[in-house]
C-alpha cells in the first residue's frame, strides 16, 4: 500500500506491505519526518486522529481495521510537556547538496500561509522533499497532478536537447549534448534554467520561478493562458500552491490533493501573493546564497565554493554527492 506523509517539512509517499503492522507504520513515519514523537491525523472532509499509541505494534493494519491506502497522514510533532530535544532517527537519506531542511527551523518547519480571499482560499509553500529532483518534483507537482514523474521529465528534457542539437549546442550547455542527455536522467543531477525552460514548452504552459533572495521573477515561456509558480531558494525548488479554506482564509486545513496549482496567467492577484509569500520567506532567510557557500564533494572530499564551483567539478570528475562543508 502506498501512503503519503504530510510532516512539518513536507511531503512524502511511503510504501508499505499489505501485512504491514502498527510498528512498521510507526518506523516509516519517523524515518520520513525525523520525528520521534508525533500526532497523527488523517481523512478528509473530515479530518480525525489516528491513535497509534492505543494499539499494539505487531498488529497488522488491516486487522486494526486501518485501509490507509492512498490515504494522507499529517503529522505533527508531539507536545511532551519537556524541552529535551526528541531523538531523530539516524538512518536519514544521504544529501546530495545542502536543501531547505538546512535552513532555520521557523521557515522549514511552519511554511508561511497567506490569505486571498478573492480566491476563497489560501496561498501557501508546498515544499518539495530533500533530493535532487526537487525541480522535477516542483514541476510534476504543479502540472502533472502531484505524480511521481521525475524519470519521464527527465527523459523529456534528454530527447528535447537530442531532437534539437543547434538549439541546445555544447556553449549553451556547457558540456556535449550526448554527454548532457546522459547527465540529466542521472537521478542525483538536478535542474535549473534550462530544464525549465524545456519542461514549460514542452506542456505549453508559463512556468514563473520567484527567487527568494532577490525576488527576481524568471519567466519561462510567456504567452501561454496558464502558468504555475516555483520557488527557488538558491539551491532547492518548491511549488506555490492555493488551497481552499474557510473565511478569513487565514489557515489551509485541507489536504494538498484539493490544491490548485495552475493559475490563469492573466490572473495579477496570484503573483503579488506568490510574491509577498517569497517576502516572508526572505525575511526568514529561507535562501542560500549560492555564489559564496562552500560544498563538500561526498565522493573525494573535496571543497568548493558555490554551486558553480560544484558544478565544474562534477562535470569534470562525474562526482555528484555533494554535502555543505562545515
Same mark, same amino acid.
Given at each position: 500500500?502506498?501512503?503519503? #506523509?504530510?510532516?512539518?517539512?513536507?511531503?512524502?509517499?511511503?510504501?508499505?506491505? =499489505?501485512?504491514?503492522?502498527?510498528?512498521?507504520?510507526?518506523?516509516?513515519?519517523?524515518?520520513?519526518?525525523?520525528?520521534?514523537?508525533?500526532?497523527?491525523?488523517?481523512?478528509?472532509? $473530515?479530518?480525525?486522529?489516528? *491513535?497509534?499509541?492505543?494499539?499494539?505494534?505487531?498488529?497488522?493494519?488491516?486487522?486494526?481495521?486501518?485501509?490507509?491506502?492512498?490515504?494522507?497522514?499529517?503529522? *505533527?510533532?508531539?507536545?511532551?510537556?519537556? =524541552?529535551?530535544?526528541?531523538?531523530?532517527?539516524?538512518?536519514?537519506?544521504?544529501?546530495?547538496?545542502? !536543501?531547505?531542511?538546512?535552513?532555520?527551523?521557523?521557515?522549514?518547519?511552519? @511554511?508561511?500561509?497567506?490569505? !486571498?480571499?478573492?480566491?476563497?482560499?489560501?496561498?501557501?509553500?508546498?515544499?518539495?522533499?530533500?533530493?535532487?529532483?526537487?525541480?522535477?518534483?516542483?514541476?510534476?507537482?504543479?502540472?502533472?497532478?502531484?505524480? =511521481?514523474?521525475?524519470? $519521464?521529465?527527465?527523459?523529456?528534457?534528454?530527447?528535447? +536537447?537530442?531532437?534539437?542539437? =543547434?538549439?541546445?549546442?555544447?556553449?549553451? &550547455? $556547457?558540456?556535449?549534448?550526448?554527454?548532457?542527455?546522459?547527465? +540529466?536522467?542521472?537521478?542525483?543531477?538536478?535542474?535549473? /534554467?534550462?530544464?525549465?525552460? +524545456?519542461?514549460?514548452?514542452?506542456?505549453?504552459? $508559463? +512556468?514563473?520561478?520567484?527567487?527568494?533572495?532577490?525576488?527576481?521573477?524568471?519567466?519561462?515561456?510567456?504567452?501561454?493562458?496558464?502558468?504555475?509558480? &516555483? #520557488?527557488?531558494?538558491?539551491?532547492?525548488?518548491?511549488?506555490?500552491?492555493?488551497?481552499?479554506?474557510?473565511? @478569513?482564509?487565514?489557515?489551509?486545513?485541507?489536504?494538498?490533493?484539493?490544491? *490548485?496549482?495552475?493559475?490563469?496567467? %492573466?490572473?495579477?492577484?496570484? &503573483?503579488?501573493?506568490?510574491?509577498?509569500?517569497?517576502?516572508? &520567506?526572505?525575511?526568514?532567510?529561507?535562501?542560500?546564497?549560492?555564489?559564496?557557500?562552500?560544498?563538500?564533494?561526498?565522493?573525494?572530499? /573535496?571543497?568548493?565554493?558555490?554551486?558553480?564551483?560544484?558544478?565544474?567539478? %562534477?562535470?569534470?570528475?562525474?562526482?555528484?554527492?555533494?554535502?555543505?562543508? !562545515?
Amino acid at each position: 500500500m502506498r501512503v503519503r #506523509v504530510r510532516g512539518p517539512a513536507g511531503q512524502s509517499t511511503v510504501t508499505l506491505d =499489505d501485512d504491514a503492522t502498527v510498528g512498521d507504520l510507526r518506523s516509516q513515519i519517523a524515518e520520513t519526518t525525523g520525528l520521534g514523537a508525533f500526532d497523527v491525523k488523517y481523512g478528509y472532509p $473530515e479530518i480525525r486522529p489516528l *491513535t497509534l499509541d492505543t494499539l499494539q505494534p505487531d498488529q497488522k493494519l488491516t486487522e486494526a481495521g486501518l485501509n490507509l491506502n492512498g490515504e494522507q497522514l499529517i503529522i *505533527t510533532k508531539k507536545d511532551t510537556g519537556n =524541552d529535551h530535544p526528541e531523538p531523530i532517527s539516524t538512518n536519514q537519506p544521504q544529501l546530495d547538496k545542502p !536543501s531547505p531542511s538546512q535552513k532555520p527551523k521557523d521557515a522549514s518547519d511552519d @511554511p508561511p500561509e497567506l490569505p !486571498s480571499p478573492e480566491h476563497s482560499g489560501t496561498f501557501v509553500l508546498r515544499i518539495m522533499p530533500d533530493d535532487n529532483s526537487c525541480l522535477f518534483r516542483a514541476v510534476g507537482s504543479a502540472i502533472m497532478g502531484g505524480m =511521481d514523474a521525475m524519470n $519521464e521529465l527527465r527523459s523529456v528534457i534528454a530527447q528535447t +536537447i537530442h531532437e534539437n542539437p =543547434d538549439l541546445y549546442s555544447e556553449a549553451v &550547455l $556547457e558540456r556535449k549534448p550526448e554527454d548532457y542527455c546522459r547527465w +540529466i536522467q542521472n537521478e542525483d543531477s538536478w535542474g535549473g /534554467g534550462i530544464e525549465l525552460s +524545456i519542461l514549460s514548452k514542452h506542456f505549453d504552459i $508559463e +512556468i514563473c520561478s520567484i527567487d527568494v533572495q532577490t525576488l527576481r521573477v524568471d519567466r519561462f515561456n510567456e504567452g501561454p493562458p496558464t502558468r504555475c509558480i &516555483l #520557488v527557488y531558494s538558491g539551491i532547492h525548488y518548491d511549488t506555490i500552491a492555493l488551497s481552499p479554506s474557510d473565511p @478569513p482564509f487565514t489557515h489551509s486545513h485541507a489536504p494538498p490533493e484539493f490544491d *490548485t496549482k495552475v493559475f490563469d496567467a %492573466a490572473d495579477p492577484i496570484v &503573483l503579488d501573493r506568490s510574491l509577498a509569500l517569497c517576502e516572508v &520567506l526572505q525575511q526568514k532567510h529561507y535562501y542560500t546564497d549560492t555564489a559564496g557557500f562552500q560544498i563538500r564533494c561526498n565522493t573525494c572530499g /573535496g571543497v568548493f565554493t558555490g554551486e558553480k564551483g560544484a558544478t565544474q567539478h %562534477a562535470a569534470q570528475t562525474g562526482h555528484y554527492d555533494f554535502g555543505e562543508a !562545515s
